[in-house]
């Protein structure tokens, strides 16, 4: 799925006034789909920062400025919620 920012000034930083990032449909479906790309990195032996720093990468290169952390938490959060 590629990800289209509306417009370039507002899409790289998507946060509330607490500087919480807001997670559309189409955004969690771009993490995903990085996510499902790299999934044999964060099982292996690498630190699974480095391969977070890499998604951010990614996400980067689709137009949305995230920190690494900001992308943990995400993926953490949506295993707690869908895994049973």
Request: glycine letters at 8%; hydrophobic letters at 35%.
């Amino acid at each position: 799925m590629d990800f289209v920012p509306e417009n370039s000034s507002s899409a790289n930083k998507r946060t509330t006034a607490g500087g919480r990032v807001k997670w559309s449909a189409a955004l969690e479906c771009l993490l995903i789909d990085i996510w499902q790309e790299k999934i044999e990195d964060l099982r292996g032996p690498r630190k699974n920062s480095h391969v977070y720093m890499e998604m951010a990468e990614s996400m980067k290169e689709a137009g949305l400025e995230l920190g690494w952390g900001e992308i943990s938490t995400k993926l953490e959060n949506m295993t707690k919620k869908y895994r049973h």
